[in-house]
């Protein structure tokens, strides 16, 4: 299956007007970002777990990366309420469900394979920092490795951000509303910019929250390859 799989394209989802796809497990459904693969992919989706759902237990090859959007999602190493930034790495396992049900945004197969490195954050109890020369920015930084770069982004009413993503880039508005050129995000919608893309982010009128990821896209045929041989 592949959905969104030109990565040389700039590609543009509003992840709130798709359909639920059910998927293999009862009580869980997808809105499909991104995908180069089955079941198993490398994919970028939205996930809605029912009350009372679990998946079963199982073990992340390529790692796995989500922000909880709504509710609390569960497994045995805790609760994570909306907020939270996880990264399970490759070879973590968990048993990943929801007692009151929730939505999380979710990204497979996309980690180097070394990667051990386990992240647990909170990012609504994090501090952030202004962006030199961008006023009305400030970020919250999450993650930082030799090829990508995670952080959260806090736009003040009307503030804009301008870059080159020379290694590509990813956007999700968690909060508030956003133009990336001429296009309108709102909450829930998703951006994923190519390689040498002129990013040029402005917030509306009541600013946002926008959880960036830059540099991955470099690694992306790597990726795939490595999907391939699961």
């Known amino acids: 299956m592949k959905i969104a799989a030109d990565f040389s394209q700039r590609e543009i989802v509003h992840s709130q007007t798709l359909p639920w796809v059910p998927s293999p497990m009862a009580g869980v459904d997808r809105r499909a970002l991104d995908r180069v693969g089955d079941e ?3 994919a970028t989706t939205v996930v809605r777990y029912a009350p009372g759902s679990q998946f079963s237990p199982h073990v992340h090859a390529g790692g796995e990366e989500f922000i909880v959007l709504e509710g609390v999602f569960q497994d045995e190493h805790g609760d994570f309420p909306v907020g939270s930034y996880i990264r399970n790495p490759p070879t973590s ?3 990943p469900g929801s007692k009151e049900g929730c939505v999380i945004m979710v990204k497979l197969w ?3 394979p070394e990667d051990r490195t386990h992240v647990r954050l909170q990012m609504n109890a994090m501090g952030k920092v202004a962006l030199p020369h961008t006023p009305g920015v400030e970020v919250t930084p ?3 490795d030799a090829i990508e770069e995670v952080a959260l982004y806090h736009f003040g009413p009307n503030a804009s951000l301008h870059f080159i993503a020379l290694d590509g880039a990813e956007l999700f508005v968690l909060e508030g509303d956003i ?5 309108p995000l709102g909450r829930h919608s998703w951006a994923r910019l190519p390689m040498h893309h002129a990013v040029a982010i402005t917030a509306g009128v009541k600013g946002a929250k926008v959880w960036v990821k830059t540099g991955h896209l470099k690694d992306v045929d790597n990726q795939i390859e490595r999907v391939s041989g699961a």
Do not use: C, G, I
């Open 40 to 42: 198993v992919a490398r």
């Open 93 to 95: 396992s968990h048993t």
């Open 110 to 112: 996309q980690f180097q």
């Open 142 to 144: 999450l993650y930082k």
């Open 179 to 183: 133009t990336e050129q001429q296009d």
